[in-house]
């Protein structure tokens, strides 16, 4: 397994993965997108200097999609979805939320990273938690989800809480 | 064309955009056996497979998204006059324009399925018109008849259940000439209810026509939702 950068030739299965529902009960009920709209989305995102999308890929098959987006509160929010169920569970989401949080703080030098979840999701609030984040709040009716106003557990990892090896820290 | 359900002949319509996705078009008894022979079984079986990806899905029909390949056989579907006898002022006057339906594949504030049979045979076209917390539906049938009230029913009912999910809207509205019957059975049976008669607010065949307003709210779709 591994995380590369998203590239256009991903968002068919991208597209694909979000269309089907698959994730969609523990993420955002989202419409099905057409293939312009979603290509779209990802060249406003490579425009963009707040906005790092990744691939997972495992034996070469894109199974799942993470990025660092422009944050709610600050720093970059993450977000993270395997489409795969059979591909949930065996601890790829630990790895790939890992080495995204590795390179937000080496590469982009960033000093905080954000997550909401949903405080029933308790696959991946251990896998959050296992990756070092901290539980910061619970956000009150803060996302419309499946037709209704639903709480977020609100997340963080701060650069000084993330084990960094010496030559990935910043001065 | 939002409030317009409206019958179409065999044959009309968006096979093109069928044989572009791989899914057999909308196919009369005839032309199936036509193509059984060389590479109808083949057609069949693909195409199960590359079913474009969509949760929009129910026993009947399933709703995917506008892609523009879909333009040009969509306009000249739109633009045959058994379709134009129900479109409603929302389409572009001088015939569907190609720029506004190809629009449909990319504007977020109009989210627009094309509407497949569980095979993949395109039967129709769905759309939705947001404005802050209020969303107009549309439907379109290429052959009312041979889908059937039922099919047409299960279309409504899943974008209008998408749309409560995915965004935070108090009602869906529905316009539809109070002639034609079929729609207004289509949408009560889907679950809205008459409103009222809206005085001459349509140009329908360069009159101004009445239309009737149906609605569905947040809270009766989440009771309906709750009882199931
Ligand atoms: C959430 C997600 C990213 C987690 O990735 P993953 O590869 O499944 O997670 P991991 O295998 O690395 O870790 C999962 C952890 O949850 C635990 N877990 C799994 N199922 C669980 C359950 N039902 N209840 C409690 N804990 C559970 C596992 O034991 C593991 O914890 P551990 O390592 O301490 O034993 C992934 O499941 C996913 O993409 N789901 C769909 C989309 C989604 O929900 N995205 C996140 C939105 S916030």
Redesign the pocket.
């Known amino acids: 397994m591994r995380l590369r950068r998203l590239q256009r030739a991903d968002i068919e299965a991208v597209r694909d993965g979000f269309a089907s529902g698959i ?1 969609a009960a ?2 955002r009920w989202m419409f099905p997108r057409s293939l312009p709209s979603k290509l779209g989305w990802f060249d406003d995102m490579e425009a963009s200097k707040e906005h790092d999308a990744f691939a997972i890929v495992v034996n070469r098959r894109v199974v ?1 999609i993470c990025s660092l987006r422009p944050p709610r509160f600050a720093g970059r929010e993450l ?4 489409f795969d169920p059979a ?11 890992t080495e995204l949080c590795r390179f937000g703080f080496s590469q982009l030098r960033l000093r905080r990273i954000e ?4 405080p029933n ?4 609030i ?2 959050y938690a ?1 990756c070092g984040f901290q539980y910061e709040a619970l956000l009150r009716r803060y996302v419309y989800h499946n037709g209704v106003w639903t709480d977020a557990m609100w997340m963080s990892l701060l650069r000084s809480e993330m084990g960094l090896k010496k030559n990935e820290r910043a001065r | 064309m939002d409030g317009s359900l409206w019958p179409l002949g065999n044959g009309d319509g968006v096979g093109k955009a069928a044989r572009a996705t791989g899914a057999p078009k909308a196919m009369t008894a005839m032309k199936r056996t036509k193509t059984a022979g060389r590479k109808g079984m083949r057609e069949r079986s693909t195409t199960s497979a590359r079913l474009p990806a969509t949760w929009l899905v129910g026993s009947g029909v399933r709703l995917r998204p506008v892609e523009p390949s879909d333009a040009r056989p969509l306009q000249r579907w739109l633009d045959r006059p058994s379709a134009r006898q129900w479109l409603s002022e929302l389409l572009p006057r001088a015939g569907p324009q190609l720029a506004w339906i190809a629009q449909l594949a990319t504007d977020p504030a109009k989210p627009s399925f094309i509407i497949e049979t569980s095979l993949g045979a395109q039967i129709g076209l769905a759309t939705l018109s947001v404005e802050g917390v209020q969303a107009k539906l549309g439907i379109a049938i290429q052959d009312t008849r041979r889908v059937g009230l039922d099919r047409c029913a299960e279309a409504v009912r899943l974008l209008a259940d998408a749309a409560f999910r995915v965004l935070p809207l108090q009602r869906i509205e529905v316009r539809v000439l109070p002639s034609n019957e079929f729609a207004v059975e289509v949408y009560e049976e889907a679950g809205f209810s008459r409103e009222g008669v809206l005085r001459k607010v349509a140009f329908h065949a360069g009159k101004a026509r009445d239309e009737l307003m149906l609605s569905l709210l947040w809270e009766e779709w989440m009771a309906r939702r709750a009882s199931i």
């Open positions: 994730a523990t993420t799942g977000t993270i979805a395997i591909m949930r569970g065996r601890g790829l989401g630990t790895f790939a939320v997550l909401g979840v949903y999701h308790r696959a991946a251990a896998c296992r």
